[in-house]
């Protein structure tokens, strides 16, 4: 029996399927098909969607790539990419890209993204009797990376989205999901970003969007029968940016048109940026197929900046504004005002307007008096470490004890609580709170927190122990 495309193909996915997880399987072998077999010079062309795909191949998965090949045609084999744009049935003229299985240079391909007819697409950000050209970005020029202030607690973050400013969609960090508590600066990092691809590369089509917009959006072209309109225009979009990823919780339908869209965006080498209020695997009632692919890319976490962090910012909101205080002052502020940024800069803010107001001018004593409200009601700095602390407290127990392996009763009650306050109180991923209470998995703390709830509602005295150590956390 002569071998053909289809055949030669199959074999090769055979090896490849044990050689690779299945997840990656899935989604990176799967889609591709078998189009051309030139037996002559033992040489196979496969079908990828885009210019990318074929990049995480060479990049990701060569060496797999050629053993399998050279075992079914011999030492000699040869690997061509054939992109298409869009899917195959809809494309008669693919561009083909022949590409050693070596580390050399690669061809690069003439650009294969073929646009969509955007004049017949409606956009949902259209405005009423105005005809617009181009699609308006929704982005905020004030939140760029000039004013994006560097520290330990968000240096990973701001580096990859630099990166990705430089080569959006070309890097590994797609999607990049952001993710931390009010006020510490996700959404002004996804729109620095947003801005910075904008300059560097003004062809690309950028879009910032909050989940609830976009969820208005879909129910809206769903009751006017513009569902297909809707999807279309999304993917247009060459740099997608959702903002508060997780209001996707519980909304079926906006979850189902969100995958598809993501998907096809992601196939195609588009970027993606995402914001959460907590890490992928934390968001509650969401399509695990979503959660899967949330954390294809990057997870950077933004934390409560640190001291020198909260410094930095407030003389640069100072400089920036024309403003100068004495330096005891900015120290004060930084040192009481500890939670998040939005904070920080609102207690200057009422400095300087209760100066101003009073006409006097500001000094330590003023600081202390005017913000000594925002001080005495500052929630303190909550910690996994000091939760495990006030816990072993109560219980009498050892630390070592509690993140120890033991089964005693006594101890894993108090290792219930531990983690169940730990999810409540900080901004902790569940497999950080595993991590670090006894090195668990993120499916023990979830267990926890189920169990700690369940006895809270059936049992009174596991309740006043819940009462106890949260009076005793001083967290509300």
């Not at 079914?72 to 061509?80: I, P, R, V």
């Not at 900015?330 to 904070?343: H, P, S």
Request: contains cysteine; proline residues 4%; charged residues 25%.
């Amino acid at each position: 029996m002569s071998k053909t495309a289809v055949s030669v193909w199959d074999k090769c996915l055979e090896f490849i399927k044990d050689n690779v997880k299945e997840e990656a399987f899935d989604i990176w072998f799967k889609p591709i098909k078998a189009a051309k077999l030139d037996v002559e010079n033992s040489r196979l062309t496969i079908e990828v969607p885009s210019e990318f795909y074929y990049e995480w191949l060479e990049e990701h998965y060569i060496k797999l790539l050629k053993v399998a090949l050279q075992k079914e045609l011999g030492l000699n084999a040869k690997l061509s990419y054939s992109i298409f744009a869009g899917n195959h049935d809809n494309v008669k003229n693919p561009i083909t890209v022949k590409i050693p299985s070596s580390n050399k240079e690669k061809v690069r391909p003439q650009e294969v993204n073929a646009p969509l007819n955007s004049s017949k697409i409606k956009s949902p950000f259209a405005i009423p009797g105005i005809q617009k050209i181009k699609i308006d970005s929704q982005l905020n020029n004030t939140f760029n990376f000039n004013n994006f202030i560097e520290g330990e607690t968000n240096r990973l973050a701001r580096s990859a989205g630099r990166a990705i400013a430089k080569r959006p969609g070309g890097t590994s960090f797609n999607p990049l999901f952001i993710y931390g508590g009010v006020g510490l600066g996700k959404t002004h990092l996804a729109h620095a970003i947003g801005l910075d691809i904008k300059e560097r590369f003004p062809e690309k089509t950028v879009l910032y969007v909050s989940m609830e917009k976009f969820s208005n959006q879909y129910r809206s072209a769903t009751l006017t029968n513009n569902h297909n309109d809707f999807i279309n225009f999304y993917q247009m979009i060459d740099v997608l940016i959702i903002d508060d990823v997780q209001f996707l919780s519980g909304k079926k339908g906006t979850q189902n048109v969100f995958f598809h869209i993501f998907e096809d965006l992601h196939r195609r080498g588009n970027q993606l940026i995402l914001t959460s209020d907590k890490p992928p695997v934390d968001i509650q009632d969401v399509d695990q197929r979503l959660i899967s692919r949330f954390k294809w890319g990057l997870s950077a976490d933004l934390q409560s900046p640190e001291l020198e962090l909260r410094k930095n910012i407030l003389l640069s909101k100072l400089e920036n504004n024309g403003i100068e205080l004495p330096e005891d002052v900015v120290d004060y502020i930084a040192e009481k005002i500890k939670t998040n940024i939005r904070e920080l800069e609102g207690a200057l803010n009422s400095l300087i307007a209760q100066s101003l107001l009073i006409k006097k001018e500001i000094t330590l004593p003023l600081a202390e008096k005017v913000l000594s409200n925002l001080v005495r009601n500052q929630r303190k700095e909550i910690t996994i470490e000091y939760i495990q602390n006030i816990v072993c407290d109560y219980f009498k127990i050892p630390l070592e004890k509690l993140q120890s392996k033991s089964r005693k009763g006594d101890i894993v009650q108090a290792r219930h609580l531990a983690m169940y306050f730990a999810r409540k109180y900080t901004n902790a991923s569940l497999a950080s709170i595993g991590s670090k209470i006894g090195k668990r998995d993120h499916a023990t703390v979830l267990h926890s927190c189920k169990t700690v709830k369940n006895l809270s509602e059936t049992d009174k005295i596991f309740r006043s122990y819940v009462d106890d150590i949260k009076r005793k956390i001083g967290a509300e």
